[in-house]
C-alpha cells in the first residue's frame, strides 16, 4: 500500500499534464475523456472535505470569492424558478460549468496541499509532450505542402490534432506555464518555449497571436526584470492587446452587425437591461445548454430566425462569455463574477513577494483566459480547467511558503 501511494504521488502530477493536454485528442477516442474536466473540477468538494476534517486553514480571499460565487449562483437560478425558461436540471448543470474553473483552482489548491507533487517528474513529461507536438506539426506542414501542389484551396492555419485551434493556443499557453514554472533556464526550456510561442503564431488566430505577445512582455518584465504588475503595466498591456485585435474587437463589439457575436453582445446587454438585475437564469441564454436545449428566450428576442444562431443551426450559440454572464445572470451576476476574478487577480499579484516564477505561470494563465473571455466562453471552456491548474499551484505555493514562514517566527 505505502508502494502504491508513493507511485501515485510521485507520478500524478506527469499524469495530470498529459491527460489536460491531450484531452481533446482523448475524448475521440475514449468519449469519457469529454468529462475529465467537470470530474477534475468536482473533485474540490471531497478533498474540500478532507481539508476541513484535518483543520486546515482557509484564505479570507478564497472565502471572499466563494462568498461572490454564491451570490451568482443564486442570482441565475432564482431567475430560473421565476420564469422556468429552462427545466431546473438544466439549470442545475449550466450552473455547475459556469463555476466550474474556480473549482479546479481549489481542486489544484488542496491536491496539492495534501499530496505534495514530485516536480523533477515534470521534465521527462514535457520532452514526451513536445516530441508528439513537434511530429503533429511536420505532419500537418506536409498536408498544406500537398494541397499547395495539388492546388486544393485552404486556409492556413495551424492547429495539430486539436479540434479548434483555440485548444492548441491554450494548451501552448499551459505548457508555457509549466516550462517557465519547473524548468530549469538553459538551451532546451529556451527551445520548447520558441516552439509554444511559434505554434500559437501559426494558429493566425488575434486573440492567440495578442497572448503570445503577452507572454514575451510579461515574461521580461516579471522573471528578467524582477517587475511586478501595476496599474501602468496593464494599461500598456490592453493598449497593445487593442492594437493587435482592434479589427476583430471593431467588427463584434463597436460595428453593428448581424454576425453571432455581434447579435449576441447586443441582445444580452438587452436582457440585463430588461430582467434587471438577475438576468433570466442559466441554460437560456449564450451558454452550451442553453442551445442544446434550445431556449426560448431566443424566440422571444426574435433570434430563432438568425442563420447562426436560430433553432436550426445554433453554430455559434455559446461563442460569446460576457455577454451569457450578462444576459443569464444580469447586472448582479456580472459584477459578482467580476468580482470574483478581480479576488482572484489580486491573490495571484500576492505570489509575486514569494516566487517569481510560480507568479508568472499563475499570472499568465489567468490573463490568457482574460483575453480570450473576449472573443470566446474562456471560463466556461474545457481549457479552462487546464489552465486553472497553473494558477491553482502558484496560489498553493504561496500558502506553503507562508505557512513556513509563519512557523519560523513561531519557532
Request: contains cysteine; proline residues 3%; hydrophobic residues 50%.
Amino acid at each position: 500500500m505505502n508502494r502504491l501511494s508513493a507511485v501515485v504521488k510521485n507520478n500524478y502530477l506527469g499524469v495530470l499534464i498529459t491527460v489536460f493536454c491531450f484531452q481533446n485528442l482523448l475524448q475521440r477516442w475514449i468519449p469519457p475523456f469529454q468529462y475529465w474536466d467537470e470530474f477534475y473540477a468536482l473533485a474540490a468538494v471531497p478533498l474540500f472535505c478532507i481539508w476541513l476534517i484535518r483543520r486546515k486553514p482557509v484564505s479570507r480571499l478564497l472565502i471572499g470569492i466563494s462568498a461572490l460565487l454564491a451570490v451568482f449562483l443564486l442570482t441565475g437560478l432564482y431567475s430560473n424558478i421565476r420564469y422556468g425558461y429552462q427545466p431546473l436540471r438544466i439549470a442545475l448543470i449550466d450552473a455547475y460549468l459556469n463555476v466550474k474553473f474556480f473549482l479546479s483552482i481549489g481542486t489544484t489548491i488542496i491536491l496539492f496541499a495534501l499530496y505534495p507533487a514530485d516536480e523533477s517528474r515534470v521534465l521527462p513529461v514535457v520532452r514526451g509532450i513536445m516530441a508528439v507536438f513537434l511530429l503533429s506539426f511536420i505532419a500537418e506542414m506536409g498536408m498544406y505542402l500537398w494541397k499547395l501542389i495539388e492546388g486544393y484551396p485552404f486556409s492556413f492555419g495551424v492547429k495539430l490534432f486539436y479540434e479548434h485551434p483555440a485548444y492548441l493556443g491554450a494548451a501552448c499557453a499551459f505548457m508555457l506555464c509549466m516550462i517557465v514554472g519547473w524548468l530549469k533556464d538553459g538551451t532546451e526550456k529556451t527551445v520548447y518555449v520558441s516552439g509554444l510561442l511559434t505554434l500559437m503564431m501559426l494558429t493566425t488566430r488575434s486573440k492567440i497571436v495578442g497572448s503570445a505577445l503577452l507572454f514575451l512582455i510579461l515574461y521580461i518584465w516579471l522573471v528578467k526584470m524582477k517587475r511586478k504588475l501595476d496599474f501602468r503595466v496593464i494599461a500598456g498591456l490592453g493598449v497593445a492587446l487593442l492594437a493587435v485585435g482592434w479589427n476583430k474587437i471593431y467588427f463584434y463589439f463597436v460595428y453593428i452587425s448581424d454576425s453571432a457575436r455581434s447579435v449576441l453582445t447586443s441582445t444580452g446587454l438587452k436582457i440585463a437591461k430588461e430582467y434587471f438585475p438577475f438576468g433570466t437564469g442559466f441554460g437560456t441564454f449564450g451558454s452550451y445548454y442553453s442551445g442544446l436545449y434550445y431556449s426560448p428566450v431566443y424566440k422571444i428576442y426574435g433570434i430563432d430566425k438568425h442563420r447562426e444562431l436560430g433553432e436550426q443551426t445554433r453554430h455559434f450559440i455559446s461563442d460569446t462569455f460576457w455577454p451569457m454572464i450578462a444576459g443569464q445572470n444580469g447586472a448582479l451576476g456580472l459584477i459578482c463574477y467580476a468580482g470574483a476574478l478581480l479576488l482572484l487577480f489580486y491573490l495571484i499579484q500576492k505570489i509575486a513577494k514569494q516566487n517569481r516564477k510560480y507568479y508568472f505561470m499563475s499570472l499568465y494563465a489567468f490573463l490568457f483566459l482574460c483575453v480570450a473571455s473576449l472573443a470566446e466562453s474562456a471560463f466556461v471552456n474545457t481549457y479552462a480547467v487546464m489552465l486553472a491548474v497553473p494558477i491553482g499551484i502558484g496560489v498553493y505555493r504561496n500558502y506553503v511558503l507562508n505557512l513556513n514562514m509563519k512557523s519560523d517566527k513561531n519557532g
